[in-house]
């Protein structure tokens, strides 16, 4: 089965600085990969999702990117933070068929101060 | 725009119940839905994903409906226990492939 992994845990961050969180996979290959932010109390708001190296697609107008450099790894950046960028930041893989189910990470908890 | 919703933000139950969960879905027939568990501060985890085509799923003690005449999904859980308590999330595929959409997700909390 899949494993995916996710770091930091934890980030706290000042406003405009620049953000880097990083994602990897274990178990499987060509996955199709997603960043997913979750505000408290609410549902799974997908970001971003990458169906092969360098291929992202932006599902949400906002200052973050996102870059798969290699098969397996998927990068969430911003130059310059906002407050409302605080949240809960997942990242999942799964096949991308009608019958995909995802696999998710840890999840990275970033506070914006 | 499509739209899935989860009618109760929170559902409390006494150990032994069974916790039925609610997902409904908007303009447009998803072919599938599926349903994720997740804990405080962890990702979501798969369940259980059911068919358009299928009326019902089980496994273990969950089960789950698709109702395509209501538009909507019952989620339960038999005998619950208080190691059932999390949020349960419903999802679907919408018109993308692999691109789910998720409800806003139901908090369960089981009471001993």
């Known amino acids: 089965s899949q494993t995916i992994h996710q770091w930091p845990a934890t980030l706290v961050q000042p406003v405009g600085s620049p953000l880097s969180l990083e994602c990897t996979v274990e178990g499987t290959s060509n996955p199709n990969l997603y960043w997913y932010r979750q505000a408290a109390g609410r549902g799974l708001q997908l970001l971003f999702y990458?169906?092969?190296?360098?291929?992202i697609s932006s599902e949400v107008p906002q200052n973050l990117s996102a870059s798969r450099p290699q098969d397996r790894q998927f990068i969430l950046s911003s130059k310059k933070l906002l407050l409302s960028d605080s949240g809960f930041y997942l990242c999942?893989?799964?096949?991308?068929?009608?019958?995909?189910?995802?696999?998710f990470g840890p999840g990275t908890r970033l506070t914006v101060l | 725009s499509q739209k899935i919703e989860q009618n109760s933000e929170a559902l409390n139950i006494q150990e032994g119940k069974t916790a039925t969960l609610t997902c409904n879905y908007t303009n447009y027939s998803p072919a599938y839905l599926q349903w994720y568990r997740q804990d405080p501060g962890r990702g979501p985890v798969f369940l259980l994903l059911?068919?358009?085509?299928?009326k019902e799923k089980r496994k273990e003690r969950l089960k789950v409906t698709f109702d395509t005449t209501l538009k909507q999904s019952l989620f339960h859980i038999t005998a619950s226990q208080p190691a059932d308590s999390a949020t349960y999330l419903c999802?679907?595929?919408?018109?993308?492939?692999?691109?789910?959409?998720f409800g806003q997700g139901t908090i369960l909390t089981v009471h001993p």
């Open positions: 999942a893989s799964g096949t991308g068929g009608l019958e995909d189910t995802q696999y």
């Open positions: 999802a679907s595929v919408g018109t993308s492939y692999g691109k789910l959409t």
């Open positions: 990458s169906v092969g190296i360098g291929q």
């Open positions: 059911i068919r358009e085509n299928e």
